[in-house]
């Protein structure tokens, strides 16, 4: 993928976690910009095969969170059958609703953001708890290929 143009989906900017990164505040942070619709998703997707792009990150906020993630990841499995590299970032939370999307449309890379070693920090980073519960999702995944 190196070399390669990129086109980076922000498919919302909606979040389940409030890091003091993304969120100094600790509030709710929304840009504005609401979600990405299946349709513009694919239209997206579509358009930029036919200007030579072949590499594609889905991300956001939390691209889990979308009702539709199913649909977003499965345009974006099909764009990998043709001989584009895909991949997506999530914060794992909700990795049962990732592994049932990616299970049945593969992606190539499932990048998972953890930026704690244990509960307490997870907590302290996120203002959220769940570092076990994204262990267990990526463990799981990993079993699952």
Excluded at 56 to 63: D, M
Excluded at 97 to 119: F, I, K, M, N, Y
Aim: charged share 25%; aromatic share 6%; net charge positive.
């Amino acid at each position: 993928m190196l070399g390669k143009p990129l086109l980076t989906l922000v498919a919302s900017t909606h979040c389940n976690l409030r890091c003091h990164y993304c969120t100094p505040t600790g509030e709710a942070h929304d840009c504005g910009q609401g979600s990405l619709d299946s349709r513009r998703f694919r239209l997206a997707v579509e358009a930029a095969i036919r200007v030579g792009i072949r590499a594609f990150r889905l991300t956001g906020g939390e691209p889990t969170l979308l009702p539709q993630f199913a649909e977003l990841v499965r345009c974006l499995s099909e764009a990998r059958s043709a001989g584009s590299y895909v991949t997506m970032n999530t914060n794992g939370v909700l990795w049962e609703r990732l592994l049932e999307a990616v299970r049945e449309h593969p992606l190539d890379l499932v990048r998972v953001s953890l930026d704690a070693t244990s509960e307490p920090r997870f907590f302290a980073m996120t203002g959220r708890s769940g570092f076990e519960k994204v262990l267990r999702g990526i463990r799981e995944c990993l079993a699952q290929g």
